[in-house]
């Protein structure tokens, strides 16, 4: 059920929003360039967002595993009644489930709200900061801690070099026009508030006003002034006549009984999951089968082999690609942008060592069939006798899933090949000193330096 919810709720109303969202940002970049500079690091994440989540989607709807997933709970359960185990796992879980959909969009919908307008998740903090700030460290929430307020400063710093305000205007608008789509039931009550009597055909507008009423009044655009904020007492903060403050107040109020509930819920089901798991690894050992190992959120070693695959019909994605690839994608312009030298040795075939005779080329990235998962970057692949051949850095459009449904057939990460790494460091980069420090021989003396672009 928690799959079906992802696949048929919460991911496409992810994509939605960021769609929308990453719409307002290119307009606003599109007519001011300076806006784009500090938009641009905010527009790649949303767009990597964006597209893990439609890779989401377009995974699970092409798989069965709604279907499978509910089979094997009917499965569970026939076999907790059969062994005479608690079968009361399964209601208890859906429960918490249930619980934990209320307000979920709005919830989600703020969230981009806080996140895209810093002044408000902030103040938010600030808030919550001053009702902990007086007493000792040990008994204050995580993250509230001394060291938290200077991290908390650190970035405020950071936020401020990229501050837009149309597009914060815009963003927090687009927020609350979303949750003027909800029902009554559904919406927060400090957003319900704000616009208490009017008619759905005046909240366009009256959202509109507000937030140009608001943005006017309020101070958050100014770096000193939030700083401020965490000087101040619970008493103090609540009596500012900032409306952004006060929403920000208000929401985080609100949100507080929930967040609480939630933390009881991620108690019983600290309990519940590895009940959970016991019942489900006694059925599939009741079936012959074991349970797929999930090692999310942990350490892991991971194994597979060298593989292409087929997204779909009459399309083939070879196992390796090379330096002519490299040539054949070049436009000068990121993402297909390399530096001169690096080009110019790959078309001479000035390759050295690092030569693959098979391939007639230096071999830059590689398929494999690993189980990987966000936090892999970076990893080293080893060959089965050990040797370092590669670093993982990333994985297919088809694998985004992967983390639900491990499909053998087109899940593949990808590897940056050792030997175009050596390749680069030696013959483009010169890096002889780090090459001699690793136990490298360097075989180009007199390398080119780049000068543009990345390797």
């Known amino acids: 059920t928690q799959v079906a919810d992802m696949v048929q709720e919460v991911y496409p109303a992810r994509i939605q929003l960021f769609t929308d969202i990453l719409g307002i940002m290119e307009n606003i970049a599109n007519a001011d360039p300076d806006a784009a500079v500090k938009l641009a690091s905010t527009m790649k994440s949303l767009n990597n967002a964006l597209k893990k989540n439609q890779g989401m989607v377009e ?16 499965e569970m359960l026939a076999h907790a009644q059969k062994t005479g185990k608690d079968a009361k796992i399964l209601d208890e879980l859906e429960a918490i489930r249930l619980e934990s959909r209320e307000q979920w969009f709005a919830r989600m919908a703020e969230s981009f709200g806080r996140f895209l307008v810093p002044g408000i998740g902030f103040s938010a903090w600030a808030y919550e900061y001053s009702t902990m700030k007086d007493k000792p460290e040990m008994e204050r929430d995580l993250g509230f801690q001394d060291r938290d307020v200077n991290r908390m400063k650190q970035r405020n710093k950071q ?12 963003l927090l608008a687009y927020s609350f026009k979303q949750m003027a789509k909800l029902p009554a039931a559904d919406q927060p009550e400090a957003y319900r508030a704000l616009f208490v009597g009017k008619s759905a055909a005046e909240m366009d507008q009256a959202i509109d006003q507000w937030i140009e009423s608001a943005f006017a009044k ?25 409306p952004l403050l006060q929403y920000a107040i208000a929401r985080f109020k609100e949100n507080k009984p929930f967040e609480e509930a939630q933390k009881t819920r991620e108690g ?3 309990v519940l999951r590895p009940a959970y798991i016991a019942l489900l690894r006694d059925t599939m050992k009741a079936k012959g089968k074991a349970v797929y190992p999930d090692a999310n959120s942990s350490l892991r070693i991971t194994f597979g082999t060298v ?10 994605h070879t196992p390796q690609t090379s330096t002519r690839g490299l040539i054949q994608k070049e436009t000068g312009e990121t993402p297909f942008r390399s530096p001169e030298p690096l080009l110019d040795l790959a078309q001479q075939k000035q390759f050295g060592p690092y030569l693959d005779k098979k391939l007639g080329d230096v071999p830059v990235n590689f398929l494999g069939t690993c189980d990987i998962t966000g936090g892999n970057s970076g990893s080293a692949t080893l060959d089965g006798q050990g040797r370092l051949v590669g670093l993982v850095f990333d994985g297919n459009y088809e694998a985004m899933s992967s983390d639900y ?51």
């Open 307 to 316: 593989k292409g695959y087929s997204p779909r019909d009459g399309v083939y």
């Open 218 to 242: 309020s101070q958050l655009q100014d770096l000193a002034y939030r700083e401020s904020l965490l000087e101040k007492s619970t008493a103090e903060l609540e009596a500012i006549d900032d």
């Open 268 to 270: 019983k089901l600290s």
């Open 159 to 170: 936020t401020q070099r990229n501050l837009v305000l149309s597009a914060q205007k815009q």
């Open 405 to 455: 449904d491990f499909d053998v057939d087109v899940t593949r990460s990808i590897h940056v090949d050792i030997r175009y790494i050596l390749w680069v460091m030696d013959a483009v980069d010169g890096a002889h000193n780090l090459l001699t420090e690793m136990g490298v021989q360097p075989h180009f003396k007199t390398a080119k330096a780049a000068t543009s672009g990345t390797p």
């Open 59 to 74: 995974g699970l709807q092409k798989s069965d595993i709604i279907e499978r997933k509910q089979a094997l709970e009917k």
